[in-house]
C-alpha cells in the first residue's frame, strides 16, 4: 500500500465518557443536596424546631410536585393535542427544508421532543412555586383581622394573606395557559396546521379547523384569566402608593375601581368571541376584540385616569381627597400601633429658680451619664485582658436590681475577636482552641470613679460582682459567625481556651465544653455531611474531631431567631443579660407585612438608621405598613437553645403563624419573672414608630394635606460627621409631669420639619413588668415659647464661655488630651425640658488611651452649668440648690470595690495617677481664672498640661 494512502482516522466514541461525566456531576450536585437538607434537619433537631424544617419542606416539595406538573401538564398535552389533530395531507412544496426537518424528527420521537420543553419549564415553575412557600402557609392557616377595608368591606386578612396567594395562582395559570399556547401553536406550525406564507397571501388557509379550534379555545381560557387577574387589581390598589399616600384615593375610587370591572368585562366578552371563533371559523372577531381589549386599557385604563386626576382632582385635591386621607390616617395609626397614643400641651417653663427639681428627687439619681457610644474603648482597656477579647462598637443598656432597686446599667459580653490573633490562625485555632468569649462586663449608668472610669457591677475572668452567679461562657454571640467543634470523651485533655490564667505555670487554663448545644458529629456520615456542606476536608482529616465532638454553627443569636422563624423580622441589637445564672441574648422580633389595607408604607432600613446603627443590615429595602411586636427570642449563649415568647397575644399574624407551625411559640403567660425584668419596649419599633407618627400624628386630614405640622427627627448634633444622621432614641428613667413616680421609658425628641427648635417630646413606657407597658405618651409643647432643639444646644454648650474656658486645655492645639462630647439626653424635669450631656476626655496617645468622664454639662432655658459631677452643674443651673441629690458622685478607688479592674497596661496605673494629677490642677486654674488671677490660671494650666504630657509618655511605655 501506498505511504501517501492515509487510512481513515476511527471515529472517536463520546457517549461513554459523556454520559460518565453527566453522571459524577449528577451525583455530586445530588451529595451537595443531601448534605445541606441533612445538617440543616440536624441542626433543627438539635434545638428542638424541627417541625419549623418538616413544615416548610413539605410545604416547598408539595408546590414544587403540585404547580411543576401543572405546567408540565398543560405545555406537555397541549403539544399532544395540537400534534393529534396534525392535517392527513402535507404541502411539502410549501415547507421549507428546515421545517421539513423538524417535521420528520417530530414524527419518529414525537413524544419525547415534547416532553422535554415540557419537562424543562415544569421544573423551573416548580422551583418558582416553591419560593411562594410561606404565601401559601400563610393563606391556608389565615387568621382574620376583625377589621374590614373602608371601600370594598372585606375583612383586612384578605389582603395580607388571600389576595398575595390568588395573583400567584392566576398569574401561574395564565402563564402556564400563554406557554402551552406557544407549544401548541409550534407543532401545529411543524406539522402544517399552520402556513405562514397564506398569511402573505397565497390563497390559503391560514390554519386548519383543527389547529383554529384548539388554538380559540386555549385563547379564550387566556382572556378569562386576564379577567380574573384584572378584577384582583381592584383589590391591589387598596396597597397601591398613589400621589399623595398608599391606598385609595379619589381617582382609585371612582375611576379606576370601576375602570377595572369594565376592563374584565370586555375581556370575557373577547374571551366569549374566542369560544365562538372555535366553531365558526372566523379570526376577525376575536382579533376585533383583542384589538378592543387593548384600545380599552390605553384609553380606560390610562389615558381617562390621567385626566380625572389633572383636570378634577388636581385643581380640587384637598376637598376631594379629604375622605380618603382619613381613611388613610386611621388604618396607618392602628398599623403601626400608635393609634392610642397620648398627646398633651406642655408649658415648658424655662426659668431656672432655686429648688425646681425637689418633685424629680426620684428621678435624678437614674439619668445616664456613660454613653454606650463612647465609652467601648473604655471597655476594651480596663476588660479586655487579653487582645483576642473584644467588645460591641456600641454597648448596651440593661437594668438589673441592685441593692433592692432598678439600677440602669451598661453592658457588653466579651467576645472573640479572630481577627487579633498573630501568628495563631490555623485550623486547630480557629475550629477547636478559640471557640468561645468569656463574662457578662457591666457597669452603672450614672456612677463613676473619681478618675472617670466606669463603676463595674460586674466584670474580669474569672467573673465577680454583683450580679448572680452564672455561666460566663459565650458559645453563642455577636460576633460568632463561623463555626467551632467542641466537646471530648471523657478524660481527654482539654484544648479549647477558656481563660487567660491558669495556674500550675500555665499562661493560661483550657475548657471542654459540657452542654447540649451542636448538633453531633461522632459519625462518619453526619461528619462527611458538613464536611461537603463547608467544603472543609479537615473535618475527616483532624484528630481533634473525634466521637463526642459536636458543631456548633448558625451562631449568631438573631440568625438562628430567623432560622427558626423565617417570618419574623428581627431587631437589629440584641442584647445580653444574665438571667437564672445564665447569660441570653433577648432578641425582638416582629411580625410585619406590607399589605395592610390602605397604610402607608415606609423603608424599614431608612426608619431604623440613626447615628449608632450599623451601615449595612439584612432588611435593606424592606417595605412595610403594618408592625406588631409579637415575639420576644431568647437565646442562651452557652447552648445555643431557642426560646420563642408570645407578646402580642392578638396579633392576627402571630396567630397564623402559630397555627403553621403548632408549639414553637412559648405562651406569654409562662415568661418567668427574671426574663420579664429585662425585657423592654424595643428599639427598632420605637424608631419606626416615631418616623410614621412625624406625619400621622394629626387626625385632621386638611392637617395631613397641608403638611403645616410635620414632626421630624433631629439630627444628631454630636456625632453627625459629614452626612446627617438622625439622633437615636435613648432608654432613660423618667418622671412624666405630674406622675408620682418616674418610670424606664424609651425617649426621644422632635423638632418641628426645616426648623431646629424642640416641638415634641415623647417617650414610650419600656418596662415590661408594669400594667402601662407600651403606653406612648407626647409632650406637645407651645409655639409661644420657643425652645431649644439638640442641635442648637449642642451649639450654645460649645460656644458658651463657661464652658470653653473648662475645656480650653483639651481644644487647644497640641494638647496632649482631647475632649469627647457624650449623648445629649433630654428630661421633662423641673417644669421644663433638661439637657444632659456628659464630655469624656482622652489622651493623644496612640496606645491605652481611652475616654474617661470629666465633666457634666446641662442646660435649663437659657441657663448652663458645667461641673465635675451632674450634682455641681444642675447647682450652677438653679441658683445653687438643684433641690434633689444626684446620687453619682464619684467613688474613690479602693480596695473594697466589687469589681477588679481587669488586666492593666504597663504604665497605665502611673498615667491615671497622673491624670488625676492634672484634673486637680485644671480646677485650680478655673478658680484662679475666676479670681481674676491670670499669673496664677496660667501656672497651674502649664503644671496640668506637664502631668498630662508625662502621662502619655507613661502610656507609650
Known sequence: MSADILEPEAPVRRGPLLWTVLIVGALII?????????????????????TVFTTQLAARLGLLVAFGLLLFAVVFFSMVIAYRLRPKVRRANLDSELLVQLRDALDQRSRLLMAIPALVLGVLGGLAAMSMSSTFLAWWHRTPFGKDDAYFGVDASYYVFTQPWLQFIVGYLLFALIAGFIAAAAVHFMTGALNATAVRGRGNAPASVAAQRQLSVMLGLVLLLIA??????????????NSLFTGIGYTDFEVRVPVTV??????VIVAIAAFVNAWKVRWSVPGAGIALLIVSGILLGMLYPWMIQSFQVTPNQQDLERPYIAENIAATRYAYGIDEVEIEDYEATTTAASGQLRADAEALPAIRLMDPAVIPPTFEQLQQVRGYYAFPRVLDVDRYVIDGKPTDSVVAVRELDLDSIEGGDTWNNRRTVYTHGFGMVAAYGNQ?????????????????GLLEEHQPRIYFGERTDYYVIVGAPEGADPVELDTPSGGEGRSESLYTYTGSGGVPIGNLLTRAAFAIRFGDINLMLSDRVNSESRMLHNRLPAQRVQEVAPWLTIDSDAYPSVVDGKIVWIVDAYTTTDSYPNSARVDWTQSISDSRTAANSLLIGQQVNYVRNSVKAVVDAYDGSVKLYEWDEEDPIL????????????????????????????????????????????LNPNTWFQQSDIWQVPNDPVRAGQQPVKQPPYFLTVRWPDDERPVYANTTVFVPKDRENLSVYMAVNADATTEDYGRMRVLKLSDAEQIAGPGQTYNFIQTNPVVADRLLPFNRQGASASAIFGNLLTLPLGGGLLYVQPIYTQTTATTGSYPALRFIVVRFGEQIGIGDTLQAALDQVFQGDAGAE????PVPPSDEQPVPPGEVLVGQERALELLGEAFTLFDGADAALREGDLAEYQSKVDAAEAKMLEAQKALEG
Request: aromatic letters at 10%; a neutral charge; glycine letters at 6%.
Open 30 to 50: 445530588m451529595s451537595v443536596i443531601a448534605s445541606r437538607v441533612g445538617t440543616d434537619y440536624l441542626w433543627f433537631r438539635s434545638i428542638d424546631f424541627q
Open 228 to 241: 380574573a387577574n384584572t378584577l384582583l387589581d381592584r383589590f391591589a390598589l387598596t396597597v397601591t402608593p
Open 262 to 267: 369594565i376592563m374584565a368585562a370586555i375581556a
Open 448 to 464: 463613676r470613679e473619681a478618675n472617670g472610669e466606669p463603676v463595674f457591677i460586674s466584670g474580669g475572668i474569672p467573673t465577680v
Open 655 to 698: 396567630q397564623t403563624w402559630s397555627k403553621a407551625f403548632p408549639g414553637i411559640i412559648t405562651p406569654k403567660a409562662d415568661i418567668p419573672q427574671p426574663l420579664l425584668e429585662h425585657l423592654r419596649y424595643p428599639q427598632d419599633l420605637f424608631k419606626v414608630q416615631r418616623e410614621v407618627l412625624g406625619r400621622y400624628h394629626t
Open 886 to 889: 444626684t446620687g453619682e458622685n
